[in-house]
């Protein structure tokens, strides 16, 4: 679009947390426009949140995590000069949640459990005692904007 910006489009809370991250999460989870199990998978994970971690909110868990993945620099390649430079840019909040998202998915995705629900509680509950996969590439992502800082100049 050329003259301004498209409409953000306003996301409803789920029916049983009543929260909007969370079915921000599970439209990101949704394979095939399956919502319906997209979301019984998620509820099935903080059941599984809630029995092992007994005296914590599972969506409290699950937010605390969430915060815990999302990186707050990411790197932009850049051709300067016949070489190509890390340059080290700040994100913007919306597309941090995003990224955090989609990190927290993938790398539940990636797990060796039985079922999705299980690799999902599994790597939440991991992410909220800050480790496991997904934190593991939002330190990467801050290492290597951190070694790059010195091209930050170049940023556009």
């Not at 996301?11 to 079915?23: A, M, R, S, Y």
């Amino acid at each position: 679009m050329r003259k301004q910006k498209p409409k953000k489009r306003i996301t409803l809370p789920d029916p049983k947390f009543n929260d909007v991250l969370v079915t921000k999460f599970v439209n990101n989870m949704m394979v095939q426009g399956k919502k319906n199990t997209s979301y019984r998978i998620f509820y099935d994970a903080m059941d599984i949140v809630q029995e092992r971690m007994k005296e914590e909110n599972p969506v409290e868990v699950f937010k605390k995590a969430l915060t815990n993945v999302t990186p707050a620099v990411e790197v932009k390649s850049r051709r300067i000069g016949g070489a190509t430079f890390q340059i080290p840019t700040e994100i913007y909040p919306a597309r941090k949640q995003s990224i955090g998202i989609k990190a927290l998915i993938g790398a539940a995705r990636k797990r060796h459990e039985k079922s999705m629900a299980q690799k999902l509680a599994g790597e939440i509950m991991s992410a909220y005692k800050e480790e496991g996969t997904a934190f593991k590439k939002k330190e990467d992502t801050h290492r290597m904007a951190e070694a790059n800082k010195a091209f930050s100049h170049f940023r556009f």
